[in-house]
């Protein structure tokens, strides 16, 4: 029986911005559609203006009704925006936000009744994106409600080869960030990382470093009491649950000293 490929949904983003760049010179390489089964969620007629203004590599691009339609050895993409919508480039409007936004509902619906298996996601623009169904400061925390459930939260992971740093706070304002630092919340989010290791990286007994809040790890308190008082017990709390987190570090000295080759 012949293997099935995974059925990737990709979300245009802002239609203003980088997204259909980013998405059509990734597409041109003929193997992508050999390794995975693209299915684009956009607008054909939007792709094709894109890539005249931006003198971009040709993608034939097979239009479909539905996901369940979605061909191997292609490049799929659903029209789910009105192709009258206008582009302008580099600005910021209210039609590249609706955009966007009907986009993404589109590819979360058939990624929870399951037509498509995983999903990728070019940029929105945070702002323009608002309305009443999306009221979120990124895409992390709508995911997060459309697929959460029974209390599961969602994990930022910002990767590169086998660089993976995982977030505790999320897109919140950098003065808010000591005070929302909490035991439970460094520890939901040490056991939600040493899973998504083991399961979508196949690492069988990560080794996880976490990082300081203050500058040399607060020096025993004389800098900040965040490490002594909720980081170090959240550390000790975590290994009791199964996890090997070690630290913190200071996060200066950590990146310096390239400290990270030696933790997953």
């Known amino acids: 029986m012949e293997e099935r490929l995974v059925k990737v949904g990709i979300t245009h983003g802002d239609i203003n911005g980088i997204g259909y760049e980013v998405i059509l010179k990734t597409l041109s390489d003929t193997r992508i559609a050999e390794l995975c089964t693209p299915v684009i969620y956009g607008s054909s007629k939007i792709a094709a203006y894109h890539r005249k203004v931006l003198d971009l590599p040709a993608v034939n691009l097979s239009i479909i009704a539905q996901a369940e339609d979605a061909g ?37 619906t058939d990624l929870k009744r399951g037509a498509v298996d995983v999903l990728v996601t070019a940029p929105i623009n945070k702002h323009n994106i608002q309305n009443e169904q999306f009221h979120f400061p990124g895409h992390t925390e709508y995911l997060e409600q459309c697929f959460g459930g029974l209390g599961k939260k969602a994990l930022m992971i910002l990767m590169k080869d086998n660089l993976r740093v995982a977030l505790v706070t999320g897109h919140i304002p ?12 460094i520890v939901s989010k040490l056991r939600i990382f040493n899973q998504s290791l083991r399961q979508d990286f196949g690492i069988v007994r990560p080794r996880i470093a976490v990082l300081a809040l203050n500058p040399h790890a607060g020096d025993a308190g004389l800098l900040g009491k965040e490490e002594e008082e909720i980081i170090i017990p959240a550390i000790q709390e975590a290994e009791k649950k199964g996890v090997m987190p070690f630290g913190p570090y200071a996060a200066d000295g950590f990146f310096g000293s390239q400290l990270y080759d030696k933790f997953d």
């Open 72 to 108: 191997a050895n292609r490049v799929n993409i659903i029209n789910c925006v009105d192709d009258e919508t206008k582009v302008e480039l580099c600005q910021s409007t209210t039609a590249a936000g609706e955009a966007a936004y009907l986009a993404l509902e589109a590819a979360v």
């Open 174 to 185: 950098l003065a808010q960030v000591a005070s929302k630092i909490t035991v439970e919340d």
